[in-house]
Structures are given as C-alpha cells and as structure tokens.
C-alpha cells in the first residue's frame, strides 16, 4: 500500500527558512511519475505550490524564487526549501505523489502545518 507522509512543518517567524520532507512508501522510485506540494491557508482553496518529475520542476510563479524543490530519489522523498517566508505562506502542506501511466493513480499525505508568525 502506498503512504504519503510530510514533515517538517513548524512556527516560523518571518523572513525564516523552514525544509519541509515528504516520502512515499510502497512504491519503488521507478514508479512515480510526478509528485507536488500544495498548501491549503486557512478559509481558502488549496493551491499548487510545485511540482517535480525526472525532467523537470514547476512552480507557483509568485513562489519561483523563494521556494525550491528537490528530490532524493534513493530515498524516495521531496523537499521543499522555503526561504524568506512570509505570514501569508501560513498553511497545512501536503504531499502528492502520482504514479507512471497507465494507472496514473494519485496519494495523497495529510499535510503538515507551517505557521509564519509577523
């Protein structure tokens, strides 16, 4: 069975950095066709922060440049640096992982809480 899990989520104050972590388990590395970090604030939508394949990496272009994402693919997992954080980056992160076709299925993590304080 696949699991998602973040960590690394904390109270930051602004202008700090923080690196969030996520792993995917139950899955080998040569399944995984993309995964991403999204972030839900509280009262709004969740929104894409990026996402990151073998090939490339894409970001919210309002965070290109203050967020950065890698990955480690000997140990199946993915950062998020964040860097020059705000107290509108405040929001529970998660963690997607979605696999090769055909299936294409999606799992999803059940965040981790970032709070920027002023």
Not at 87 to 104: G, I, Q
Request: hydrophobic share 35%; proline share 3%.
């Amino acid at each position: 069975q696949v699991q998602v899990v973040e960590s690394g989520g904390a109270l930051v104050q602004s202008g700090g950095s923080l690196q969030l972590s996520c792993t995917a388990t139950g899955i080998g590395s040569d399944g995984i066709g993309s995964m991403g970090w999204f972030r839900q604030a509280p009262g709004k939508q969740r929104e894409l922060v990026g996402t990151i394949t073998l090939y490339s990496t894409n970001y919210l272009d309002s965070l290109r440049g203050r967020f950065t994402i890698s990955r480690d693919i000997a140990k199946n997992t993915m950062y998020l640096q964040m860097n020059d954080l705000k107290p509108e980056d405040t929001a529970v992160y998660y963690c997607n992982v979605v696999t090769l076709p055909p299936l294409r299925m999606t799992y999803w993590g059940r965040g981790t809480r970032v709070t920027v304080s002023s």
